[in-house]
């Protein structure tokens, strides 16, 4: 079984930067694509930034310029770095990953971690 693990949100002062984490920990032998995504109050769950296999990246243009995607193969870890944030960034943030896993392949959830950016 793979769980994500997601930390690094937390409350800021807009112009500020957080780096949140995604770790897939269990039984992963590969940790294929990685996307972010953010829900804010009200809102549909979105896309803000996803990376391949190959560190492909790409991002939503909300995001683009301030948002970097990165990610550590060795600690099956993907991480999301967040500059210049503003208020409007404000949302739960999920990771959502592609694993190959005992063998099985299948795509898997974080639990969320909350980015509250102030004015």
């Known amino acids: 079984q793979v769980q994500l693990v997601e930390s690094g949100g937390g409350l800021v002062q807009a112009g500020g930067s957080l780096r949140l984490s995604c770790a897939a920990n269990g039984r992963v032998s590969i940790l294929h694509a990685v996307g972010w995504y953010r829900q804010a109050p009200g809102k549909t769950r979105e896309l803000v930034a996803a990376?391949?296999?190959?560190?492909?990246?790409n991002y939503a243009d909300s995001i683009k310029g301030r948002f970097t995607v990165s990610r550590d193969n060795a600690k099956s870890t993907v991480y999301l770095q967040m500059n210049r944030l503003e208020p409007e960034d404000t949302a739960v943030y999920y990771c959502?990953?592609?694993?190959?896993?005992?063998?099985?392949?299948?795509?898997?959830w974080g639990q969320g971690t909350q980015v509250t950016v102030s004015s």
């Open positions: 959502h990953a592609d694993v190959t896993a005992g063998g099985t392949r299948d795509d898997y």
């Open positions: 990376i391949t296999g190959t560190r492909s990246a």
